[in-house]
Protein backbone atom coordinates (compact mmCIF):
# COMPACT_ATOMS: atom_id res chain seq x y z
CA UNK A 1 0.00 0.00 0.00
CA UNK A 2 1.35 3.20 -0.90
CA UNK A 3 2.51 5.28 2.36
CA UNK A 4 0.34 7.99 2.08
CA UNK A 5 -2.80 7.62 0.50
CA UNK A 6 -5.68 9.71 2.12
CA UNK A 7 -8.72 7.71 1.07
CA UNK A 8 -8.63 4.28 -0.63
CA UNK A 9 -11.94 2.67 -2.15
CA UNK A 10 -11.86 -1.23 -2.80
CA UNK A 11 -14.15 -3.41 -4.18
CA UNK A 12 -17.49 -1.10 -3.50
CA UNK A 13 -20.58 -1.95 -4.29
CA UNK A 14 -23.80 -0.63 -3.40
CA UNK A 15 -27.25 -2.16 -3.94
CA UNK A 16 -30.52 -0.50 -2.67
CA UNK A 17 -33.54 -2.68 -1.42
CA UNK A 18 -36.99 -1.59 -1.25
CA UNK A 19 -38.89 -3.88 0.65
CA UNK A 20 -42.08 -1.85 0.42
CA UNK A 21 -42.01 -1.61 -3.41
CA UNK A 22 -42.42 -5.17 -4.43
CA UNK A 23 -38.75 -5.47 -2.92
CA UNK A 24 -37.41 -4.12 -6.33
CA UNK A 25 -33.31 -4.50 -6.20
CA UNK A 26 -31.85 -1.36 -7.62
CA UNK A 27 -27.66 -2.32 -8.37
CA UNK A 28 -26.16 1.14 -8.65
CA UNK A 29 -22.47 0.27 -9.01
CA UNK A 30 -19.97 -2.42 -8.09
CA UNK A 31 -16.64 -3.20 -8.12
CA UNK A 32 -15.23 0.32 -7.87
CA UNK A 33 -11.51 0.56 -6.95
CA UNK A 34 -10.05 4.49 -6.23
CA UNK A 35 -6.99 5.43 -4.26
CA UNK A 36 -6.78 9.99 -3.63
CA UNK A 37 -3.50 10.76 -2.65
CA UNK A 38 -3.15 14.63 -0.53
CA UNK A 39 -3.01 17.28 -2.73
CA UNK A 40 -5.61 15.58 -5.16
CA UNK A 41 -8.82 16.52 -6.84
CA UNK A 42 -10.43 13.45 -7.98
CA UNK A 43 -14.01 14.23 -9.54
CA UNK A 44 -16.43 11.84 -10.31
CA UNK A 45 -17.54 11.69 -14.02
CA UNK A 46 -20.10 9.29 -15.74
CA UNK A 47 -23.78 10.24 -16.94
CA UNK A 48 -26.36 11.01 -14.77
CA UNK A 49 -27.79 7.97 -12.66
CA UNK A 50 -24.77 6.15 -12.89
CA UNK A 51 -24.14 6.68 -9.17
CA UNK A 52 -21.76 9.59 -8.76
CA UNK A 53 -24.01 11.37 -5.40
CA UNK A 54 -24.41 7.40 -3.99
CA UNK A 55 -20.46 7.18 -4.04
CA UNK A 56 -20.15 10.02 -2.50
CA UNK A 57 -22.55 9.59 0.15
CA UNK A 58 -20.99 5.83 0.50
CA UNK A 59 -17.91 7.42 1.03
CA UNK A 60 -19.14 9.79 3.78
CA UNK A 61 -21.17 6.64 4.99
CA UNK A 62 -24.19 8.29 4.79
CA UNK A 63 -24.79 5.20 3.04
CA UNK A 64 -23.94 1.45 4.12
CA UNK A 65 -21.61 -0.33 1.68
CA UNK A 66 -23.45 -3.72 0.21
CA UNK A 67 -19.51 -4.78 -0.70
CA UNK A 68 -16.14 -3.78 -0.03
CA UNK A 69 -14.12 -1.19 1.85
CA UNK A 70 -13.89 2.33 2.46
CA UNK A 71 -10.37 3.18 3.97
CA UNK A 72 -9.79 6.61 5.46
CA UNK A 73 -6.43 7.84 6.93
CA UNK A 74 -7.63 8.69 10.66
CA UNK A 75 -5.43 9.73 13.43
CA UNK A 76 -2.38 8.03 11.46
CA UNK A 77 -4.07 4.96 10.69
CA UNK A 78 -6.80 3.68 7.70
CA UNK A 79 -10.08 2.90 8.96
CA UNK A 80 -12.65 1.44 7.20
CA UNK A 81 -15.95 3.38 7.16
CA UNK A 82 -17.94 0.28 6.21
CA UNK A 83 -17.05 -1.62 9.14
CA UNK A 84 -16.11 0.41 12.35
CA UNK A 85 -18.73 1.28 14.81
CA UNK A 86 -20.91 4.54 14.73
CA UNK A 87 -19.06 6.14 17.55
CA UNK A 88 -15.87 6.10 15.18
CA UNK A 89 -17.90 7.72 11.85
CA UNK A 90 -18.81 10.42 14.36
CA UNK A 91 -15.28 10.79 14.98
CA UNK A 92 -13.74 10.22 11.62
CA UNK A 93 -16.05 12.93 10.06
CA UNK A 94 -15.73 15.62 13.29
CA UNK A 95 -11.78 15.19 12.35
CA UNK A 96 -10.91 13.94 9.11
CA UNK A 97 -13.65 13.90 6.34
CA UNK A 98 -15.70 17.04 5.56
CA UNK A 99 -18.65 17.10 2.92
CA UNK A 100 -19.95 19.76 1.76
CA UNK A 101 -23.16 19.26 0.20
CA UNK A 102 -25.50 21.20 -2.73
CA UNK A 103 -27.95 22.75 0.03
CA UNK A 104 -27.48 23.79 3.61
CA UNK A 105 -28.90 21.33 6.32
CA UNK A 106 -30.55 24.48 8.25
CA UNK A 107 -30.71 24.01 12.44
CA UNK A 108 -33.30 25.99 13.77
CA UNK A 109 -32.04 29.19 15.30
CA UNK A 110 -28.59 29.08 14.44
CA UNK A 111 -27.43 31.92 13.22
CA UNK A 112 -25.23 31.89 10.40
CA UNK A 113 -21.93 32.68 11.96
CA UNK A 114 -22.76 29.89 14.66
CA UNK A 115 -23.20 27.40 12.11
CA UNK A 116 -19.66 27.94 10.58
CA UNK A 117 -17.78 27.78 13.80
CA UNK A 118 -19.56 24.63 15.04
CA UNK A 119 -16.61 21.97 13.66
CA UNK A 120 -13.93 24.65 14.92
CA UNK A 121 -15.60 24.61 18.02
CA UNK A 122 -16.12 21.01 18.05
CA UNK A 123 -12.45 20.74 16.96
CA UNK A 124 -10.80 22.41 20.38
CA UNK A 125 -10.71 25.74 18.67
CA UNK A 126 -11.02 28.61 21.41
CA UNK A 127 -14.60 30.77 20.68
CA UNK A 128 -12.53 33.88 19.58
CA UNK A 129 -9.99 31.78 17.09
CA UNK A 130 -13.63 30.08 15.66
CA UNK A 131 -14.97 33.21 15.35
CA UNK A 132 -12.07 35.40 13.55
CA UNK A 133 -12.14 32.03 11.01
CA UNK A 134 -16.22 32.35 10.61
CA UNK A 135 -16.05 35.86 9.85
CA UNK A 136 -12.97 35.63 7.51
CA UNK A 137 -14.90 33.12 5.47
CA UNK A 138 -18.12 34.68 5.41
CA UNK A 139 -16.52 38.00 4.31
CA UNK A 140 -14.40 36.21 1.45
CA UNK A 141 -18.23 35.11 0.15
CA UNK A 142 -19.50 37.65 0.40
CA UNK A 143 -21.92 37.13 2.64
CA UNK A 144 -23.07 40.83 4.26
CA UNK A 145 -22.64 41.22 8.04
CA UNK A 146 -26.28 42.11 8.41
CA UNK A 147 -26.91 37.93 7.72
CA UNK A 148 -24.34 36.72 10.15
CA UNK A 149 -26.17 36.98 13.43
CA UNK A 150 -29.12 35.58 11.53
CA UNK A 151 -30.99 31.75 11.24
CA UNK A 152 -30.11 31.30 7.48
CA UNK A 153 -33.93 29.57 7.40
CA UNK A 154 -35.21 33.00 5.42
CA UNK A 155 -31.88 33.08 3.57
CA UNK A 156 -31.67 33.09 -0.61
CA UNK A 157 -30.81 29.61 -1.67
CA UNK A 158 -27.54 31.31 -2.82
CA UNK A 159 -26.72 32.59 0.46
CA UNK A 160 -27.78 29.24 2.61
CA UNK A 161 -25.18 27.58 0.11
CA UNK A 162 -22.64 30.30 1.16
CA UNK A 163 -23.04 30.05 4.63
CA UNK A 164 -22.65 25.93 3.85
CA UNK A 165 -19.16 26.75 1.93
CA UNK A 166 -17.79 28.52 4.54
CA UNK A 167 -18.96 25.61 7.37
CA UNK A 168 -17.03 23.01 5.48
CA UNK A 169 -14.28 25.06 4.06
CA UNK A 170 -14.13 26.18 8.22
CA UNK A 171 -11.97 23.58 9.65
CA UNK A 172 -9.10 21.81 7.78
CA UNK A 173 -10.23 18.41 7.07
CA UNK A 174 -7.64 16.68 5.28
CA UNK A 175 -9.97 14.57 3.00
CA UNK A 176 -12.94 16.53 1.51
CA UNK A 177 -15.69 15.59 -0.25
CA UNK A 178 -17.95 18.30 -2.36
CA UNK A 179 -21.13 17.49 -4.21
CA UNK A 180 -21.74 20.27 -6.23
CA UNK A 181 -20.71 22.48 -4.30
CA UNK A 182 -20.94 26.13 -6.76
CA UNK A 183 -24.62 24.97 -8.09
CA UNK A 184 -26.44 27.86 -6.92
CA UNK A 185 -24.02 30.36 -6.78
CA UNK A 186 -22.93 33.15 -9.62
CA UNK A 187 -19.42 33.51 -11.43
CA UNK A 188 -18.04 35.93 -8.49
CA UNK A 189 -18.91 33.46 -5.49
CA UNK A 190 -17.80 30.77 -7.98
CA UNK A 191 -14.02 31.57 -8.48
CA UNK A 192 -13.82 32.37 -4.72
CA UNK A 193 -14.94 28.41 -4.08
CA UNK A 194 -12.73 27.59 -6.74
CA UNK A 195 -9.82 29.73 -4.96
CA UNK A 196 -10.96 27.86 -1.33
CA UNK A 197 -10.36 24.39 -3.32
CA UNK A 198 -7.18 25.41 -5.15
CA UNK A 199 -5.73 26.62 -1.66
CA UNK A 200 -7.17 23.15 0.17
CA UNK A 201 -5.07 20.99 -2.64
CA UNK A 202 -1.94 23.28 -1.51
CA UNK A 203 -2.56 22.57 1.32
CA UNK A 204 -2.53 18.90 0.55
CA UNK A 205 -6.09 18.39 1.17
CA UNK A 206 -7.30 14.84 -0.68
CA UNK A 207 -10.80 15.58 -2.54
CA UNK A 208 -13.68 14.00 -4.34
CA UNK A 209 -16.01 16.56 -6.13
CA UNK A 210 -18.98 16.38 -8.43
CA UNK A 211 -19.08 19.29 -10.40
CA UNK A 212 -21.92 19.83 -13.57
CA UNK A 213 -20.03 22.92 -13.90
CA UNK A 214 -17.71 22.35 -16.58
CA UNK A 215 -15.37 25.72 -16.18
CA UNK A 216 -15.49 24.48 -12.71
CA UNK A 217 -14.26 21.29 -12.90
CA UNK A 218 -11.84 22.12 -15.28
CA UNK A 219 -10.28 24.65 -13.14
CA UNK A 220 -9.82 22.64 -10.16
CA UNK A 221 -10.04 18.59 -10.97
CA UNK A 222 -6.61 17.23 -11.00
CA UNK A 223 -8.27 14.09 -12.43
CA UNK A 224 -11.55 12.32 -13.12
CA UNK A 225 -12.87 9.42 -11.94
CA UNK A 226 -15.31 7.39 -14.86
CA UNK A 227 -17.84 5.52 -13.19
CA UNK A 228 -19.10 2.83 -15.29
CA UNK A 229 -22.53 1.54 -15.74
CA UNK A 230 -23.33 -1.25 -13.25
CA UNK A 231 -21.39 -4.98 -14.29
CA UNK A 232 -24.50 -6.48 -14.40
CA UNK A 233 -26.03 -4.40 -16.63
CA UNK A 234 -25.52 -4.09 -20.37
CA UNK A 235 -22.57 -1.52 -20.80
CA UNK A 236 -23.72 1.64 -21.86
CA UNK A 237 -21.24 4.43 -23.15
CA UNK A 238 -19.67 6.91 -20.93
CA UNK A 239 -20.11 10.88 -21.32
CA UNK A 240 -16.18 11.70 -22.10
CA UNK A 241 -15.48 13.97 -18.50
CA UNK B 1 -17.52 13.85 22.23
CA UNK B 2 -17.92 10.74 22.43
CA UNK B 3 -15.75 8.96 24.98
CA UNK B 4 -14.24 5.24 25.12
CA UNK B 5 -16.01 4.59 28.36
CA UNK B 6 -19.07 2.83 28.09
CA UNK B 7 -22.10 3.96 30.89
CA UNK B 8 -24.76 1.99 30.33
CA UNK B 9 -25.32 -1.11 29.19
CA UNK B 10 -28.16 -3.15 28.51
CA UNK B 11 -28.15 -7.43 28.08
CA UNK B 12 -31.08 -8.80 26.68
CA UNK B 13 -33.76 -6.71 28.95
CA UNK B 14 -37.19 -8.14 28.48
CA UNK B 15 -39.69 -6.18 29.65
CA UNK B 16 -43.41 -8.18 30.01
CA UNK B 17 -46.98 -6.44 31.07
CA UNK B 18 -48.77 -10.06 32.33
CA UNK B 19 -48.69 -11.94 28.92
CA UNK B 20 -47.70 -9.15 26.88
CA UNK B 21 -44.09 -8.95 26.12
CA UNK B 22 -43.44 -4.96 25.73
CA UNK B 23 -39.61 -5.41 24.89
CA UNK B 24 -37.94 -8.49 23.40
CA UNK B 25 -34.20 -9.35 24.01
CA UNK B 26 -33.27 -5.64 23.95
CA UNK B 27 -29.10 -4.99 24.02
CA UNK B 28 -27.16 -1.74 23.71
CA UNK B 29 -24.76 0.36 24.99
CA UNK B 30 -23.94 3.94 26.02
CA UNK B 31 -20.92 6.01 25.76
CA UNK B 32 -20.20 8.93 27.58
CA UNK B 33 -20.99 12.32 25.76
CA UNK B 34 -23.31 10.36 23.31
CA UNK B 35 -27.00 10.81 22.37
CA UNK B 36 -28.67 7.63 21.47
CA UNK B 37 -32.26 8.39 20.26
CA UNK B 38 -34.58 5.34 20.05
CA UNK B 39 -37.22 5.57 17.39
CA UNK B 40 -40.55 3.82 16.90
CA UNK B 41 -44.42 3.98 16.58
CA UNK B 42 -46.92 3.85 19.62
CA UNK B 43 -46.81 0.77 21.43
CA UNK B 44 -43.72 -0.23 20.06
CA UNK B 45 -41.51 -0.56 23.32
CA UNK B 46 -39.35 2.40 23.58
CA UNK B 47 -40.79 3.60 26.76
CA UNK B 48 -41.07 0.55 28.78
CA UNK B 49 -37.79 0.11 27.56
CA UNK B 50 -36.52 3.88 28.71
CA UNK B 51 -38.29 2.97 31.97
CA UNK B 52 -36.59 -0.22 32.34
CA UNK B 53 -32.96 1.07 31.97
CA UNK B 54 -33.80 4.16 34.00
CA UNK B 55 -34.20 1.71 37.09
CA UNK B 56 -38.15 2.12 37.58
CA UNK B 57 -39.31 -1.01 36.09
CA UNK B 58 -37.24 -4.45 36.58
CA UNK B 59 -36.88 -6.62 33.77
CA UNK B 60 -38.79 -9.64 33.53
CA UNK B 61 -35.34 -10.76 32.17
CA UNK B 62 -31.93 -9.44 31.42
CA UNK B 63 -29.24 -7.00 32.74
CA UNK B 64 -29.23 -3.37 32.85
CA UNK B 65 -25.84 -1.88 33.94
CA UNK B 66 -24.33 1.47 34.64
CA UNK B 67 -21.05 2.55 35.55
CA UNK B 68 -22.52 3.39 39.67
CA UNK B 69 -19.45 6.42 40.75
CA UNK B 70 -17.29 6.08 37.75
CA UNK B 71 -16.30 2.82 39.06
CA UNK B 72 -17.45 0.12 36.27
CA UNK B 73 -20.19 -1.51 34.92
CA UNK B 74 -22.63 -2.67 37.69
CA UNK B 75 -26.27 -3.91 37.76
CA UNK B 76 -28.91 -1.38 38.72
CA UNK B 77 -31.08 -3.95 39.83
CA UNK B 78 -28.72 -5.61 41.73
CA UNK B 79 -28.17 -2.38 43.69
CA UNK B 80 -30.26 -1.82 47.12
CA UNK B 81 -33.28 0.16 46.73
CA UNK B 82 -31.71 3.26 48.24
CA UNK B 83 -28.55 2.73 46.78
CA UNK B 84 -30.32 2.65 43.31
CA UNK B 85 -32.58 5.80 44.19
CA UNK B 86 -29.54 7.58 45.08
CA UNK B 87 -28.63 6.47 41.47
CA UNK B 88 -31.56 7.61 40.17
CA UNK B 89 -31.45 11.28 42.42
CA UNK B 90 -27.51 12.10 42.06
CA UNK B 91 -25.98 10.52 38.55
CA UNK B 92 -28.97 10.67 36.63
CA UNK B 93 -31.75 13.37 35.00
CA UNK B 94 -35.22 12.55 33.85
CA UNK B 95 -37.09 14.60 31.06
CA UNK B 96 -40.36 13.27 30.59
CA UNK B 97 -42.99 14.04 27.64
CA UNK B 98 -45.30 15.40 30.51
CA UNK B 99 -43.23 18.41 32.71
CA UNK B 100 -46.16 17.96 35.10
CA UNK B 101 -44.73 14.30 35.84
CA UNK B 102 -40.84 15.71 36.64
CA UNK B 103 -41.98 18.92 38.37
CA UNK B 104 -43.55 19.69 41.65
CA UNK B 105 -46.55 22.22 40.86
CA UNK B 106 -46.79 23.43 44.48
CA UNK B 107 -43.20 24.80 44.78
CA UNK B 108 -41.40 27.57 43.11
CA UNK B 109 -39.78 27.17 39.53
CA UNK B 110 -36.36 27.90 41.51
CA UNK B 111 -36.83 25.00 44.34
CA UNK B 112 -37.96 22.87 41.45
CA UNK B 113 -34.19 23.22 40.21
CA UNK B 114 -32.61 23.36 42.68
CA UNK B 115 -33.98 20.49 44.88
CA UNK B 116 -32.04 17.66 43.00
CA UNK B 117 -29.01 19.81 44.14
CA UNK B 118 -30.26 20.03 48.12
CA UNK B 119 -30.51 15.94 47.99
CA UNK B 120 -27.29 15.33 46.77
CA UNK B 121 -26.26 16.99 49.70
CA UNK B 122 -25.79 21.15 48.86
CA UNK B 123 -26.59 23.29 51.88
CA UNK B 124 -25.64 26.81 51.10
CA UNK B 125 -28.49 28.74 50.25
CA UNK B 126 -26.38 31.70 48.21
CA UNK B 127 -24.91 28.86 46.09
CA UNK B 128 -28.83 27.36 44.91
CA UNK B 129 -29.90 30.87 44.78
CA UNK B 130 -27.30 31.30 41.80
CA UNK B 131 -27.49 28.18 40.19
CA UNK B 132 -31.66 28.55 40.06
CA UNK B 133 -30.76 32.06 38.40
CA UNK B 134 -27.99 30.34 36.21
CA UNK B 135 -30.17 27.96 35.01
CA UNK B 136 -33.26 29.99 34.41
CA UNK B 137 -31.36 32.06 32.24
CA UNK B 138 -29.69 29.01 30.73
CA UNK B 139 -33.08 28.00 29.52
CA UNK B 140 -34.00 31.06 28.13
CA UNK B 141 -36.58 32.52 31.15
CA UNK B 142 -37.17 35.11 32.87
CA UNK B 143 -34.72 35.63 36.14
CA UNK B 144 -37.71 37.64 37.48
CA UNK B 145 -40.00 34.28 37.72
CA UNK B 146 -37.88 32.17 39.94
CA UNK B 147 -40.15 32.56 42.79
CA UNK B 148 -43.33 31.67 40.81
CA UNK B 149 -44.76 28.67 40.78
CA UNK B 150 -44.78 26.28 37.54
CA UNK B 151 -48.33 25.93 37.52
CA UNK B 152 -48.61 29.65 36.17
CA UNK B 153 -46.38 28.85 33.21
CA UNK B 154 -47.12 27.69 29.86
CA UNK B 155 -46.19 24.51 29.15
CA UNK B 156 -43.60 25.65 26.67
CA UNK B 157 -41.89 27.30 29.58
CA UNK B 158 -42.92 24.58 31.97
CA UNK B 159 -40.88 21.94 29.74
CA UNK B 160 -38.14 24.29 30.45
CA UNK B 161 -37.86 24.08 33.82
CA UNK B 162 -37.92 20.40 33.74
CA UNK B 163 -35.07 20.52 31.51
CA UNK B 164 -33.21 22.84 33.85
CA UNK B 165 -34.53 20.55 36.96
CA UNK B 166 -33.35 17.23 35.24
CA UNK B 167 -29.43 19.03 34.09
CA UNK B 168 -28.39 21.63 37.00
CA UNK B 169 -26.87 18.62 39.19
CA UNK B 170 -24.57 18.01 36.73
CA UNK B 171 -25.89 14.42 35.80
CA UNK B 172 -23.70 12.12 33.81
CA UNK B 173 -26.40 10.58 32.11
CA UNK B 174 -30.12 11.81 31.26
CA UNK B 175 -32.79 10.26 29.82
CA UNK B 176 -35.36 11.86 27.88
CA UNK B 177 -39.11 10.69 26.76
CA UNK B 178 -40.80 12.85 23.86
CA UNK B 179 -38.74 15.67 25.15
CA UNK B 180 -40.67 17.87 22.71
CA UNK B 181 -43.54 16.12 22.41
CA UNK B 182 -47.27 17.91 23.22
CA UNK B 183 -45.50 21.38 22.07
CA UNK B 184 -45.93 23.90 19.17
CA UNK B 185 -43.83 23.77 16.46
CA UNK B 186 -42.22 27.21 17.49
CA UNK B 187 -41.58 26.06 20.87
CA UNK B 188 -40.52 22.70 19.87
CA UNK B 189 -37.71 24.45 17.70
CA UNK B 190 -36.77 26.53 20.40
CA UNK B 191 -36.47 23.89 22.86
CA UNK B 192 -34.53 21.60 20.65
CA UNK B 193 -31.99 23.92 19.70
CA UNK B 194 -31.68 24.73 23.47
CA UNK B 195 -31.49 21.21 24.11
CA UNK B 196 -28.61 20.18 21.50
CA UNK B 197 -26.72 23.38 22.70
CA UNK B 198 -26.97 22.13 26.50
CA UNK B 199 -25.83 18.32 24.99
CA UNK B 200 -22.96 19.43 23.09
CA UNK B 201 -22.04 22.38 26.03
CA UNK B 202 -21.91 19.50 29.18
CA UNK B 203 -20.87 16.58 27.09
CA UNK B 204 -23.53 14.83 28.06
CA UNK B 205 -24.61 11.22 27.32
CA UNK B 206 -28.20 10.85 26.60
CA UNK B 207 -30.85 8.34 25.96
CA UNK B 208 -33.98 9.96 24.20
CA UNK B 209 -37.34 8.35 23.06
CA UNK B 210 -39.01 10.44 20.29
CA UNK B 211 -41.75 9.36 17.73
CA UNK B 212 -40.49 12.35 15.84
CA UNK B 213 -38.14 11.48 13.61
CA UNK B 214 -37.03 15.05 13.01
CA UNK B 215 -36.21 15.46 16.55
CA UNK B 216 -33.75 12.40 16.30
CA UNK B 217 -31.56 13.35 13.11
CA UNK B 218 -31.27 16.90 15.20
CA UNK B 219 -30.01 15.43 18.83
CA UNK B 220 -28.90 11.97 17.98
CA UNK B 221 -25.41 10.55 17.01
CA UNK B 222 -26.82 7.35 17.04
CA UNK B 223 -30.24 5.79 16.49
CA UNK B 224 -32.49 2.55 17.62
CA UNK B 225 -35.88 1.91 15.52
CA UNK B 226 -38.13 -0.25 17.50
CA UNK B 227 -41.18 -2.14 16.26
CA UNK B 228 -43.71 -4.88 18.49
CA UNK B 229 -40.81 -4.83 21.36
CA UNK B 230 -37.73 -5.54 19.41
CA UNK B 231 -34.65 -3.38 17.70
CA UNK B 232 -35.25 -3.97 14.19
CA UNK B 233 -32.41 -1.37 12.92
CA UNK B 234 -29.97 0.13 14.89
CA UNK B 235 -26.77 2.57 13.53
CA UNK B 236 -25.52 5.84 12.50
CA UNK B 237 -28.42 8.23 12.25
CA UNK B 238 -28.05 9.52 9.11
CA UNK B 239 -27.50 5.95 8.13
CA UNK B 240 -30.36 4.64 9.42
CA UNK B 241 -33.06 7.52 8.10
CA UNK B 242 -31.11 8.06 4.59
CA UNK B 243 -30.33 4.48 4.02
CA UNK B 244 -32.76 2.37 5.68
CA UNK B 245 -32.05 -1.33 5.57
CA UNK B 246 -35.17 -2.44 7.62
CA UNK B 247 -38.52 -2.26 5.94
CA UNK B 248 -40.44 -1.47 8.61
CA UNK B 249 -37.70 1.69 8.72
CA UNK B 250 -38.11 2.10 4.85
CA UNK B 251 -41.71 2.49 5.49
CA UNK B 252 -41.22 4.96 8.36
CA UNK B 253 -39.01 6.88 7.03
CA UNK B 254 -41.02 7.42 4.00
CA UNK B 255 -43.89 8.23 5.66
CA UNK B 256 -42.38 11.07 7.93
CA UNK B 257 -43.31 14.77 6.15
Redesign the interface.
Same mark, same amino acid.
Given at each position: MSDNVSLRITGLAKT?????QGSAVIPVFGGLELDVFPGECVVLAGRSGVGKSTLM /?AIY??? /?TSAGHVLVRHRGEMVDLATVA *??Q???VR /?VTLGHVGQFLRV? *???PALGIVMEPLL?NGWSREDAEARAKALLTRLNLPEALWSLPPATFSGGEQQRVNIARGFAFRYPIMLLDEPTASLDPANRDIVVELIHEALADGVAMVGIFHDVDVRERVATRDFVISAFAAQTPVEVEAA | MIGNEILLEARGVTVRYGLTVACDNVSLDLRAGEVLGIVGESGSGKTSLLTSLSGRLRPASGEVLFDVGGQGLTDVYGLSEPERRRVRREEWGFVHQNPRDGLRLRISAGGNIVEPLLMCGERHYDTMRGEALEWLSRVELDVARVDQRPSQFSGGMQQRVQIARALAHQPRLVFMDEPTGGLDVSVQARLLDLLRGLVRELGLAVMVVTHDLAVARLLADRLMVMKNGRVVEAGLTDQVLDDPQDAYTQLLVSAAM
Open positions: FTLHN /RANY /R *PQVVD /RI *PRVA | -
